[in-house]
């Protein structure tokens, strides 16, 4: 038995790991109700969900009338249960799943740590919770109506599960019951995104486990009641899914669910190209500040001496873990940075016990932590005196009405915690320091910087003009269709802007009788304007959206009695 493993357990350190969660639990609070919801994924979602409680068709998800067969239904399902908390479906309601989901996964990280840690070290576990939770993309995601920390929070768990279960731990014993859970939970991941949530985690503890030379633990791993458990949770849905698809006539969105968006995305992808190197430069602004601990991380993965004393394997079972995730995710052409979501948990307690480890061993070990803190000291006060100097110009320029001082402010409160935590990396209190100012500054970012890009970016006011400016009942639709319009605006009929029947479909809609209007890009207008042979249409409402200049176009009839042709 090692050394540090004959010392008496002390108990998970409850108090640090609620004060972390506490204070995500804070900062992402303030996000809600702060902005409404922004593209691309956030109105198709919460339109999934609202279109759910209108109907009552809980099984098979639908956006804009549409059958929508990109997703499972988890997410759905989840903003329709927060929206009787909220008062509606809105951007509350989807983003709150997330945000308990982030408190999840980020319980479920301290978790592991204290469990790799031998159940002895009670630093670890507090680390490695506020390097996840004060991580860019991981805060990110937890304030976004997203279903990938739905995800993460199920893969988090149910890898620590698989941990326990199959004894892949410094405590050694199995316990074939967290197997099973394990799988029960991949079943939940499974229904916030597909299969990923299966492949991922399994994956990832089997190569996690050849990098750390363990034994693969495949005879717990090919128990039937593993596979039961996650063939119950997932078959919950997909089996009277799959009948009601049949018999009523949707056999289309069957195909799209199980293989179109499975096998056939992952094997011959339709957007978001990337070269195959593409995740191993994601981390490293996707993971920030948490990733300037990782080459330190990276040189203890084969360190000895005085920081042996926790065994390399289990360092080596994480690393592989996030290894098998970056190779995953690379092969398809198609990428996304979100996609790395499910590793942050794993890498953030790798980093933790590494750095527990440099701690505990002094000296030398420490230099690569000074170092990782001082860079990231550098970046808070440089950004600062530039964010007071250049800040003001460069605001102006893209019409954020936003004071450069208060920036300035919260990256220098960042940059002089982490010089603290530089000058003095084993102290609790500069750690805690650190982490108290991340806060500080996320918060002050959502609270003052997310409504005045809302302002800027942001549908809802646009969508609600234009259904002021038709009488009630007017049907619409939109040249190059966003889930936000429809949001906001009500159901509108699409048209793709290089399809010509679907555009001359809408512009004699405006040709006729009934009331009538359509949203389209000014750069747009045209496609439209040419197909339509009656009077022209009546520009009822016009707004500057992003880098859009957005139009609201309506017949005579949608305008109501009274209204003036155009000149």
Not at 535 to 559: K, Q, W
């Amino acid at each position: 038995m090692l050394p540090h493993m004959r010392e008496p357990a002390r108990g998970f350190p409850r108090g640090g790991v609620a004060a972390v969660l506490a204070a995500l639990a804070v900062v992402g609070g303030l996000s809600l109700g702060q902005r409404d919801l922004w593209a691309p994924d956030e109105p198709k979602y919460a339109l999934a969900a609202r279109e759910m409680l209108e109907t009552g068709e809980w099984l098979i998800p639908h956006v804009n009338g549409r059958i929508y067969g990109d997703k499972p239904p988890l997410m759905f399902w989840s903003i329709a249960a927060a929206s009787a908390l909220t008062g509606g479906v809105g951007q509350p309601a989807a983003v709150l799943p997330s945000l308990l989901a982030a408190l999840l996964a980020v319980a479920g990280t301290a978790a592991t740590a204290w469990l790799l840690s031998g159940r002895q070290d009670r630093q670890a576990p507090v680390v490695a919770a506020g390097l996840l939770a004060g991580s860019y993309t991981f805060l990110t995601l937890a304030t976004r109506g997203q279903l990938d920390m739905l995800l993460t929070a199920g893969t988090t768990w149910g890898f620590f599960l698989l941990l326990r279960g199959t004894g892949l731990h410094p405590g050694g014993g199995q316990r074939p019951r967290d197997v099973t859970w394990a799988f029960a939970l991949f079943g939940l991941a499974t229904l916030a995104k597909g299969p990923v949530g299966l492949i991922v985690p399994v994956g990832g503890l089997l190569l996690g486990a050849w990098l750390a030379r363990r034994p693969a633990p495949w005879r717990e791993l090919l128990r039937w009641a593993p596979w039961a458990a996650y063939a119950a949770v997932v078959g919950a849905w997909l089996v009277p899914a799959a009948i009601h698809a049949v018999t009523s006539g949707q056999q289309a969105w069957l195909s799209e669910i199980l293989f179109r968006q499975t096998v056939v995305r992952y094997a011959e992808s339709w957007h978001h190209e990337q070269p195959f190197w593409y995740f191993l430069g994601v981390p490293w602004y996707d993971f920030q500040p948490t990733v300037l601990l990782l080459p330190a991380a990276l040189l203890g993965l084969f360190a000895h001496g005085r920081r042996a004393a926790r065994p390399r394997s289990f360092t080596w079972l994480l690393a592989g873990a996030c290894l098998f995730t970056v190779l995953f995710f690379s092969i398809p052409a198609g990428k996304r940075g979100i996609y790395l979501a499910p590793a942050y948990p794993w890498a953030a307690t790798w980093l933790a016990l590494d750095l527990c480890d440099r701690i505990r061993a002094g000296g030398r070990a420490l230099r690569p932590v000074r170092a990782a803190f001082g860079l990231l000291a550098a970046l808070g006060l440089g950004l600062a005196v530039a964010a007071e100097l250049r800040g003001p110009a460069l605001l102006a320029a893209r019409g954020v009405a936003l004071p450069a001082v208060v920036p300035a402010l919260a990256l220098a409160l960042v940059g002089l915690a982490a010089l603290a935590a530089a000058l003095r990396p084993a102290s609790p209190r500069a750690l805690a320091a650190l982490g108290l100012a991340f806060a500080v500054f996320y918060g002050m970012a959502i609270r003052v910087a997310m409504p005045v890009l809302d302002a800027r970016n942001s549908v809802a006011p646009f969508a609600r003009a234009a259904r002021a400016a038709v009488v009630d009942g007017a049907r619409g639709g939109m040249v190059e269709w966003r889930a936000q319009y429809s949001f906001y605006a009500g159901p509108l009929d699409e048209a793709v802007p290089g399809n010509d029947e679907e555009v001359a479909a809408l512009a004699a809609r405006l040709d006729g009788d009934a009331p009538y209007f359509v949203i389209v890009s000014e750069r747009r207008a045209p496609l439209l304007l040419r197909q339509v042979k009656g009077e022209p249409p009546t520009e009822a409402v016009r707004a500057r959206i992003g880098s859009d200049e957005m139009l609201v176009l309506a017949n005579r009839a949608a305008l109501g009695p009274g209204a003036e042709p155009p000149p």
